[in-house]
């Protein structure tokens, strides 16, 4: 979860299954937390790592629900969305899923 958005499910072939857990894991894992958690996302807006995120550096779950519009899409919408409009892959990623799936560069 980002601020204003949510992850990228952009491994090449499972962009849609991957963008179907990620919504099971937000509104099954996740969103059930107290809406007072804090969230302390990695990335920021200008960030490859997914679209319409905030420059904010924090947030909270309630903020979250009532602010981001991801949330309130169901999980076909969602899939719809998420699984299909992934922004251009940073330079490098293709190495990098590589390196952290212990294959030669």
């Not at 807006?45 to 679209?51: I, M």
Request: net charge negative; with cysteine; hydrophobic share 40%.
């Amino acid at each position: 979860l980002f601020v204003g958005s949510v992850g990228r499910p952009d491994l090449p072939g499972h962009e849609r299954d991957n963008a179907a857990e990620l919504h099971r894991s937000l509104h099954d894992k996740l969103l059930v937390l107290p809406e007072t958690l804090e969230v302390y996302p990695a990335y920021f807006s200008g960030s490859p790592c997914g679209a319409g995120l905030s420059g904010k550096p924090m947030s909270t779950l309630a903020f979250e629900k009532h602010w981001n519009p991801l949330l309130a899409l169901t999980s076909e919408a969602f899939v719809d969305e998420v699984g299909t409009t992934a922004p251009p892959k940073p330079v490098g990623m293709d190495e990098i899923m590589r390196f952290n799936q212990g294959l030669p560069a």
